[in-house]
């Protein structure tokens, strides 16, 4: 069974993996008109809901259980619960013009705590500017583009596509889920990567 749990892991590990090695190699290319700007500290992005699906979401969850200390699983709760407590109710439009509200679960100290195994939206959401980043959030204007390459978000839509395809083939569910909400969801469960596998619900909408 384990080894099984761990090609359920590997299926987001490699996907993951190839989106960093795609961004790589596009972001390599000496004609690249401008540099992506942004470095360690560099937050702006991170007030908001990130969506992953369900092999990223239990490949965080795994990642969490097995390397963060039972203070920080307490921290990340209450963090957790705080986010789920603002969104209740409300429509996905509304959460995403209130999002300057809402910080990252694993937003700590202007750093991600997770960071080896963030999701691929977080990977490919990058920018040209990091300065236009900061009006964008002290303005809270949310509607204002990021100043980023059409190729690096075609890059995420081509994992997104490939992962739910692969959940489909092996029978699992699929679909797109607060982060938040997963995880609340992972560590409520007993056996979620297990149950995944089998085709159950573990992952569930309350927005």
């Known amino acids: ?9 590997e299926l987001a590990s490699n996907a993951l993996s190839w989106t960093d090695e795609a961004i790589q190699k596009f972001t390599s290319l000496e004609s690249l008109p401008e540099p992506l700007d942004c470095k360690p500290g560099c937050h702006y992005c991170c007030f908001n809901l990130p969506m992953v699906t369900p092999p990223e979401a239990l490949f965080i969850g795994h ?36 999002r300057h509200e809402l910080p990252c679960i694993f937003l700590e100290e202007s750093m991600c705590l997770i960071y ?7 990977r490919t959401c990058t920018s040209t500017s990091a300065e236009h980043c900061k009006m964008i959030f002290e303005t ?15 890059i995420f839509h081509t ?22 909400e997963t995880m609340k969801d992972y560590f409520r469960h007993p ?11 573990v992952f569930h909408r309350k927005v």
């Open 159 to 180: 994992f997104q596509t490939d992962l739910v395809n692969r959940s489909k083939e092996m029978g699992c569910q699929t679909g797109f889920f607060y982060v938040a």
């Open 63 to 98: 990642h969490i259980d097995q390397t963060f200390t039972d203070q920080q699983k307490q921290t990340l709760n209450t963090r957790i619960q705080k986010i789920l407590k603002k969104i209740a109710g409300k429509p996905s439009d509304e959460i995403f013009m209130m």
């Open 140 to 154: 809270r204007n949310h509607r204002a583009r990021l100043r980023c390459y059409q190729q690096i978000r075609e």
């Open 1 to 9: 069974m384990e080894n099984i749990k761990n090609r359920a892991l």
């Open 191 to 201: 056996e979620p990567i297990d149950a995944w596998l089998q085709g159950k619900m």
């Open 116 to 122: 080896a195994v963030r999701p691929a939206v977080c």
